[in-house]
């Protein structure tokens, strides 16, 4: 009796744990450019995220050959000469909410939230801070954020002859939609 008592203990341990985890794998990542002479947006539908509501921890990836630009040539450079994805395929961001107490997960709302961790592109790392909101609505857990990156922080190399198409600072959006584990 006493084993299976134990027994219980763990799965009910186990599964409480899991319930404070959310998860998504569809989640939406965009970028977007804005100079005189050309605009530039890219759109992925991929991306992938946990979010562990009772620490704040939050773990992020994306494949860069995922991201899908209008035309098509664009893609190809962005993928080939500036991202150069076969040798760095993924971004990745791994952080936490700063202020995970200020969102209920057990009731319906809107809540702003300051995230803050280590965000990995083109192999290079760097810390970033963001303002967020998540959004609860019964079992749903939607996240989004806002921030500006500066591909030259990253040694994402810009030719000359298209520096004046590509932004100094990109703006990233992130849409997540998280269900629960």
């Given at each position: 009796m006493k084993k299976i008592f134990v027994l219980l203990l763990s799965?009910?341990?186990?599964?409480?744990a899991n319930a404070q985890k959310y998860i998504?794998?569809?989640?939406?990542?965009s970028f977007y450019s804005s100079t005189p002479i050309e605009n530039i947006e890219a759109n992925n539908n991929q991306a992938a995220s946990i979010?562990?509501?009772?620490?704040?921890?939050?773990?992020?990836?994306?494949?860069?050959?995922s991201f899908e630009f209008k035309n098509a040539l664009m893609q190809e450079h962005?993928?080939?000469?500036?991202?150069e994805?076969?040798?760095?395929?993924?971004?990745?961001?791994?952080?936490?909410?700063?202020?995970?107490?200020?969102?209920s997960f057990s009731k319906d709302g809107c809540y702003n939230v300051d995230v803050t961790g280590d965000l990995t592109i083109h192999g290079v790392t760097k810390p970033?801070?963001?303002?967020?909101?998540?959004?609860?609505?019964?079992e749903t857990v939607s996240a989004e954020s806002k921030f500006l990156v500066q591909p030259s922080d990253y040694n994402i190399q810009i030719p000359k002859?298209?520096?004046?198409?590509?932004?100094?600072?990109?703006e990233v959006r992130i849409d997540?939609?998280?269900s629960k584990m």
């Open positions: 799965v009910l341990s186990v599964y409480a998504s794998k569809n989640g939406h990542v979010l562990d509501a009772s620490t704040g921890e939050l773990v992020f990836n994306v494949l860069i050959k962005f993928n080939e000469n500036y991202m994805s076969d040798k760095f395929p993924k971004a990745s961001f791994k952080g936490k909410i700063t202020n995970i107490s200020a969102v970033v801070t963001a303002k967020g909101s998540i959004s609860v609505k019964g002859l298209v520096e004046g198409k590509i932004a100094k600072q990109i997540l939609t998280y």
